[in-house]
């Protein structure tokens, strides 16, 4: 496999790039970080954490463009717009730049993650729950299995569903404009 399972313990959610570099998230329930294993002729190379990376973050699901000009990731320990917001890091003369929350059109108040991209990089999907009645704790009362099935047939069921954005304007919010 590689160097990298060596430094860093329980790697999780891979994104391969296009080259062929490997970037995941390792860590535990308070701290993960993001890190890069690069490509080599045997395997992968040792893991790189990536220089936007606090400890005092829990940063997890990472996502690397095709090109790798930019990653986009989940945190919820961000100052963000909700429980768990989407980030997007763009990599500018050889290193990562501050995360950026990718805003209104992509997250919501509740929680927004497991992002993916289309093979060109336009299309970003993830899941939202996007509906903070979809959070209501128990109910005052019980209900009938009709009623549960109604509800469960609609997208406002309490479970995360699939969304997706056009990034192909993502650059916007680089640095450099």
């Known amino acids: 496999m590689g160097d990298f399972y ?3 313990p329980y790697p999780v959610y891979p ?3 296009a080259s062929g570099n490997l970037y995941y998230s390792s860590g535990n329930a308070k701290d993960s970080e993001i890190y890069l294993a690069r490509k080599t002729e045997s395997g992968y190379g ?3 954490k990536l220089s936007f990376n606090l400890s005092s973050e829990r940063d997890i699901d990472p996502v690397i463009s095709p090109d790798e000009t930019f990653i986009i990731f989940s945190s919820s320990t961000r100052k963000g717009m909700g429980g768990s917001d989407l980030w997007v890091s763009f990599y500018e003369q050889g290193k990562w730049e501050e995360p950026i929350n990718l805003g209104k ?3 919501s108040p509740t929680n927004e993650g497991q992002a993916a991209l289309s093979h060109d990089g336009k299309r970003l999907y993830f899941t939202s ?3 903070k009645s979809q959070l ?3 109910r005052e009362r019980k209900i009938n299995q009709q009623t549960f099935d109604q509800e469960f047939k609609t997208i406002f069921n309490g479970i ?3 969304w997706v954005a056009d990034i192909s304007n993502l650059r916007v919010l680089g640095p450099a404009h």
Do not use: D, H, Y
């Open 129 to 131: 729950i996007r509906n």
């Open 46 to 48: 040792s893991a790189e």
């Open 105 to 107: 059109a992509i997250n």
């Open 136 to 138: 209501r704790g128990p």
């Open 6 to 8: 060596k430094t860093t």
């Open 15 to 17: 994104s391969v790039a």
């Open 160 to 162: 995360p569903n699939i």
